[in-house]
Every structure is written in structure tokens, then in C-alpha cells.
């Protein structure tokens, strides 16, 4: 396995990450435990050194499912984790909170759902208008000094958040969606994270599925599947886009490889150190 340097962090991690959350989360219902336990060990002795998690995918079961897993590998591999939702009294999201004092208490939790000293990766999950990214970075950089977080990550952030808070502590890497199916970030995202030397980790690099050649416009998915309420996914854009994925099947026939592969092979040689997290039930 390949490794990349997110940025210039010095945070070495495998080429390809594995995103964690469609195992608890997002993409119908919960996989079995032991099964995902047993996948993640098994990217592990494949040299996948990246892992995806979040308090929000679940919510909370994911990072425990993580940190059960990867247990036997402290000191082996990169979790990443996340904080900036607030959730009801059922687990549902009810808005975001970046107060300085939840990150505090997210960081807290986090630490002992994933049974680790230091969070290695800790992601604002999602800009919080309420807050300013000044005092988010600044509670981040607090953890950091403290010793529970190793490295300040941010997702879906525009350019100039992304420099509002570097300017307070040095972001790591950005997380956003990216692939072939999505590229807004190419215009401002990425020549930004270059200028500033952050490292780039797209999230949904298979397009959430749909670049795997296994999805048409006569799929249909658990009503639990947030793919049910995305617009790339209503059945007249999943016949316009076809047409995509037919190419990729083509030129993966070419090569000996499957559409996903060459999705994948697509961003990684795009270059700009990018780490991918891959959606692992595609």
C-alpha cells in the first residue's frame, strides 16, 4: 500500500483510507458487528493505515465499532473522528454545536469510545455559522497542547474558513466530497489547500456508490438509506449519468480492472497528496 503526507503535517497514512460510517449508518441498516469487525482487521493486513469515523454516524455505535476493531493496532494506524452535531433525546440530529465547551465534551467521549490516549484526526464535521472557526480552532489547538488530539482536521469548508482558521492553529487536512462525479472542490478548495500546505481527504470517492457500476436507475434502497433524499440519486439523474459509468466499465475492461478501481486510480493520480476514504459497502 501506497502512503501519502497529508499537507505538511508529517502525518503519514495509507493512500487509500477506509470511511467507517456506512457500516453503522447513512446507507440502510447497521451491519453485523463481528463482519465489520473483521473487515476493518482485514484492511488493516492489506496496509490500510487511514480509518473514518465519526460520534455522529450511529450516532456513537460507529466509534465504538472502530475502536473495538482497531484495538490490536494502536501505534499502527490513523483514526480520524469528528465532532459538531448535537443530537435528541432518540440519537437524532437536532443542529450543530461547535461551543468550545461540547468539542471539549465530544473529544471526551470520543477518547473512550475508540479506547485511545489522543485522537489522532479531529474534524469539525461541519462549519457551525453559530461559532466562530477562530474559537473552534482555538478549543482544537487547547486539545492538542493538551495531549488528547494529534492533528486539526475541517469538512466541507470554503476557502476562507479554511483561512480563518489555519491562521489560529494549522489545519492538517480538509475533508470534502470529491471524485469524478463531483468536483466543485478543483475552483477554490484545492489550490487554497496547496497555497497552505493541507493535506486533501475526499470523502465519497465512488460517489457514494454509484461510480461501482452497481447502482442503475431501477435501484431502490432501504427507506434508512440517505442516498433516498440526494439529488444525484433521483432515477431520471441516475439514467442521465449513466452514461459515466459505462465509460469507466469500458475503460476498466481495457485495463482488467473494475469501474471502482479506476474510479479510485482516477483521484489518486491526481496528486496534491490526497488520502482517499472509501465508502466500504459500495
Given amino acids: 500500500m501506497q502512503t501519502r503526507t497529508l499537507g505538511k503535517s508529517g502525518l503519514t497514512v495509507s493512500a487509500l483510507g477506509l470511511g467507517c460510517m456506512g457500516m453503522s449508518h447513512g446507507y440502510g441498516p447497521a451491519a453485523d458487528k463481528r463482519e465489520m469487525i473483521a473487515l476493518i482487521r482485514a484492511a488493516v493486513e492489506r496496509g490500510v493505515s487511514f480509518f473514518d469515523t465519526a460520534e455522529a454516524y450511529g450516532p456513537f455505535i460507529n466509534e465504538e465499532l472502530v475502536g473495538e476493531a482497531l484495538a490490536p493496532f494502536r501505534g499502527r494506524v490513523v483514526i480520524a473522528a469528528k465532532f459538531g452535531f448535537k443530537f435528541g433525546p432518540k440519537g437524532e440530529q437536532v443542529g450543530q454545536n461547535s461551543r468550545p465547551e461540547h468539542i471539549r465534551q465530544v473529544a471526551e467521549a ?21 461559532v466562530p472557526i477562530e474559537d473552534v480552532a482555538g478549543t482544537v489547538k487547547e486539545l492538542i497542547r493538551a495531549g488528547k488530539v494529534k492533528h486539526f482536521g475541517l469538512s466541507e469548508a470554503g476557502a476562507q474558513t479554511i483561512r480563518r482558521a489555519h491562521a489560529v492553529q494549522p489545519v492538517t487536512a480538509l475533508q470534502s466530497e470529491y471524485s469524478l462525479w463531483w468536483r466543485r472542490p478543483e475552483s477554490e478548495v484545492l489550490p487554497t489547500l496547496e497555497e ?17 457500476g452497481k447502482i442503475d436507475e431501477n435501484t431502490t434502497f432501504d427507506s434508512t438509506d440517505f442516498r433516498n433524499i440526494v439529488p444525484r440519486f433521483t432515477a431520471e439523474n441516475r439514467k442521465a449519468n ?28 491526481q496528486g496534491r497528496g490526497l488520502s482517499q476514504s472509501r465508502e466500504p459497502r459500495s
Avoid at 200 to 207: D, N
Fill in 242 to 269: 449513466q452514461a459515466l459509468v459505462d465509460l469507466l466499465a469500458r475503460t476498466g475492461m481495457r485495463k482488467k480492472a473494475t469501474a471502482a478501481q479506476i474510479a479510485l486510480a482516477w483521484l489518486l493520480a
Fill in 110 to 130: 470520543s477518547l473512550t469510545r475508540l479506547k485511545v490516549d489522543a485522537i489522532d484526526l479531529f474534524y469539525q464535521h461541519r462549519v457551525d455559522p453559530a
Fill in 196 to 212: 497552505l500546505g493541507i493535506g486533501f481527504v475526499p470523502f465519497s470517492p465512488l460517489g457514494k456508490g454509484f461510480l461501482t
